[in-house]
T-cell receptor, first 114, second 112 residues
Framework: NAGVTQTPKFRVLKTGQSMTLLCAQD?????MYWYRQDPGMGLRLIHY???????AKGEVPDGYNVSRLKKQNFLLGLESAAPSQTSVYFC?????????????FGPGTRLTVL | GQSLEQPSEVTAVEGAIVQINCTYQ??????LSWYQQHDGGAPTFLSY????GLEETGRFSSFLSRSDSYGYLLLQELQMKDSASYFC?????????????FGKGTKLSVIP
């Protein structure tokens, strides 16, 4: 039981390049989330999904796209990376009926855009 | 929207007790959670309060007062490994209760 995994762990991009971050969970969770974390800013929600084939915007969705083609995977795409997207990206998942709304986080992807 | 306020830094002595406060503003409050994050690590769930009162889990306790829009995390018998950032987060029913909004975090330093 690996929990939530993220690929890659580190990445350096040049401005304008594109990339996809992959999140996978093996807990059969319905809900999945993408956050970014910047120093002093806490965790901010980018996009989330409440089930396979569904996605919704969070607090800071601009410049990102997501897809949830399979229940266990949630992909985050950057079409044209900008230095402002330098951040640590966390994926999380949650059971649909979790009263405490406990979210399980992946180890993070550290992205630098030059 | 929602907003949460928590102190940015707290320092405490090993073996002591520390309280981290969190005040929030949201019109659709559904619960307050606490997460711990060590440097370079991922956030991990600590506790949840859906109703007023105290929830205890080992050395950690969390309190909620919905009438005051206030909660706190209490850490007892502090250990060096408790040095980490602690985030409060609110669950907002208006967002279908799917989302959490996080505070900016409190960095706790435990000193010998």
């Amino acid at each position: 039981n690996a929990g939530v995994t993220q690929t890659p762990k580190f990445r350096v991009l040049k401005t304008g390049q594109s990339m996809t971050l992959l999140c996978a969970q093996d807990m059969n969770h319905e809900y999945m989330y993408w956050y970014r974390q910047d120093p002093g800013m806490g965790l901010r929600l980018i996009h989330y999904s409440v089930g396979e084939g569904t996605t919704a915007k969070g607090e800071v969705p601009d410049g990102y796209n997501v897809s949830r083609l399979k229940k266990q995977n949630f992909l985050l795409g950057l079409e044209s990376a900008a230095p402002s997207q330098t951040s640590v990206y966390f994926c999380a998942s949650r059971e649909r009926l979790a009263e405490a709304n406990e979210q399980f986080f992946g180890p993070g992807t550290r992205l630098t855009v030059l | 929207g929602q907003s949460l306020e928590q102190p940015s830094e707290v320092t405490a002595v090993e073996g002591a007790i520390v309280q981290i406060n969190c005040t929030y503003q949201t019109s659709g409050f559904y619960g307050l959670s606490w997460y711990q994050q060590h440097d370079g690590g991922a956030p991990t769930f600590l506790s949840y309060n859906g109703l007023d009162g105290l929830e205890e889990t080992g050395r950690f306790s969390s309190f909620l007062s919905r009438s005051d829009s206030y909660g706190y995390l209490l850490l007892q018998e502090l250990q060096m490994k408790d040095s980490a950032s602690y985030f409060c987060a609110v669950r907002d029913i208006r967002a279908g209760s799917y989302q959490l909004t996080f505070g900016k975090g409190t960095k706790l330093s435990v000193i010998p």
